[in-house]
């Protein structure tokens, strides 16, 4: 059952990685969706593409993208992780291998956010 995906307790690190690796691709995906959407806004002129543009590049959304950033950087780096435990490689690592994953996605998110910070914000 998909509200089985959000319990916590109970799950062992390797079935919470598993759930938050399938609710972070929901959300990219969800993201894809809109961001073509957007961009299919490019055909009726560059003024309409720009206002929203203009609505989405703002101090406002900046919790939205933090988060989006958080996402991308989790799905990755974990992807990383279930490509090389897939391929049998660095089994013995396995429990490493996630803690690295959430050092990195951390570590990534916050440079990402204070990159992200000063340049809506300024």
Known sequence: MIL????IKGRS???LSFSLHRITGIILLIYLVLHLTFLTSLRYGKDVY??????TVQPATLPLDLLLILATFYHAFNGMRVILHE???AVELRRVLIYI???LTIIFWIYASYIMYKFVVG
Do not use: P, R, V
């Open 4 to 7: 089985d995906w959000f319990k």
């Open 13 to 15: 690190l390797s079935g």
């Open 50 to 55: 720009h206002s929203l543009i203009e609505k």
């Open 87 to 89: 391929f049998g490689l």
């Open 101 to 103: 994953t959430y050092a």
